[in-house]
């Protein structure tokens, strides 16, 4: 068995650390604040269909393939003791005016022609499936496959885990893997500075996202993820078990900046009032921003380095829905065995061609 350093502990570094350890390796997580970053602070859409963008078709692909592995994650982390709170609920995608519907159209007939199971929805179906939606929402795209999960249940279940299989956690800022052994390379949107085959591959991607609760007397929050794009920006609606409601997220390039801005909350309010106007009474509980690792061509950077160091970063708007591939993949690659052949279009050497 092995000495693995896992550099980051957000849910691809804690999912690499739980699977790591229940195979019987000897796993250290260094983070200074383990189970926050980003990973605190999503939504928690597992949503492959619904994020997909034509011409990106290895991220669906990659994702796709991740959520697949999600129901036996899911259960094997609620076997270990705390339920990450997998949602069986689909997304429902609306469109609010004439192009917005035009582009709906234009996404389901590219996802059809891929094979993806859609349903496309009038106006009132989308409203007889979700009530508290806008009399203006002028139709809908019904994806029952993409999922969602409490991701802060989730990282309370993942640290639990790790807890249980001995993982170590350092509470340090690592600026330098030498020294660390075998490492496993988590460290979202901080990456770059700590390899130079990364520097300039993964970004910060700021995003801002709040937390909403139903007072009394209030429209309940949806049933399922509501997605839509609100003067050409996409917000979405994520419900939580205990009746709340995550709102998100803007998108901008603003470097290292974490700073919540009346813009964004602005945008993020306006945006949701227009889909779902009952949201004006809830209660604002709570407002942030992080920052997503981003990669210039969406994709992750998945697989070996060289020299004892394995990629697992650069997820985008994704981390949560590819951790378990991403765990599987550098489990292997501990493991001495070959990686999943899903993770192959993700491979960092994809960067070396790229420059050809
Ligand atoms: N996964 C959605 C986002 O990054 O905002």
């Not at 699977?19 to 604040?33: F, L, N, Q």
């Not at 950077?301 to 994704?318: D, K, M, P, S």
Request: aromatic letters at 4%; glycine letters at 12%; hydrophobic letters at 40%.
């Amino acid at each position: 068995m092995r000495e693995l350093s896992v550099v980051g502990g957000g849910v691809i570094g804690l999912s690499v650390a739980w699977r790591a350890a229940a195979r019987g390796h000897h796993v250290t997580v260094y983070d200074p604040e383990p189970g926050r970053g980003a990973s605190w602070l999503a939504g928690g859409m597992l949503a492959p269909v619904t994020e997909a963008w034509p011409g990106e078709e290895d991220v669906l692909t990659l994702g796709e393939a991740s959520l697949r592995r999600w129901p036996d994650f899911a259960r094997d982390l609620a076997e270990e003791g705390v339920d990450p709170g997998l949602s069986p609920h689909g997304t429902l995608v609306v469109a609010l005016d004439s192009a917005d519907s035009g582009n709906l159209e234009m996404l389901a007939a590219y996802l059809a022609e891929l094979g993806r199971e859609v349903e496309r929805l009038t106006g009132r179906e989308v409203r007889r499936a979700e009530p508290g939606l806008a009399g203006s929402v002028r139709s809908g795209l019904l994806v029952p496959g993409d999922l969602a999960v409490d991701n802060r249940r989730l990282l309370r279940s993942l640290e639990h885990a790790c807890g249980r299989h001995g993982v170590e956690f350092r509470r340090e800022t690592v600026t330098d893997l030498d020294g660390l052994g075998d490492v496993v390379l988590a460290a979202g949107a901080w990456t770059g500075r700590l390899h130079p085959a990364l520097a300039d591959a993964v970004r910060p991607l700021k995003g801002e996202i709040l937390r909403l609760r139903p007072r009394r007397g209030c429209l309940p929050s949806p049933t399922r993820t509501v997605r839509a794009m609100v003067e050409g920006r996409p917000i979405y609606l994520v419900p939580r078990d205990d009746g709340g409601l995550v709102l998100g997220a803007t998108q901008y390039e603003a470097g290292f900046d974490e700073t919540v801005t009346v813009r964004g909350v602005r945008e993020l309010l306006e945006g949701a009032e227009r889909v779902f106007p009952g949201i004006t009474e809830y209660e604002l509980v709570e407002t942030a921003a992080g920052l997503r690792a981003a990669s210039v061509d969406t994709m992750p950077f998945i697989g070996e380095l060289g020299g004892g160091v394995f990629a697992a970063t650069g997820h985008h708007r994704n981390g949560l829905l590819m951790a378990p591939v991403t765990a599987d993949a550098a489990v292997a690659w501990l493991d001495g065995g070959p990686l999943p052949d899903e993770v192959a279009a993700a491979a960092p050497s994809r960067r070396s061609e790229e420059r050809v």
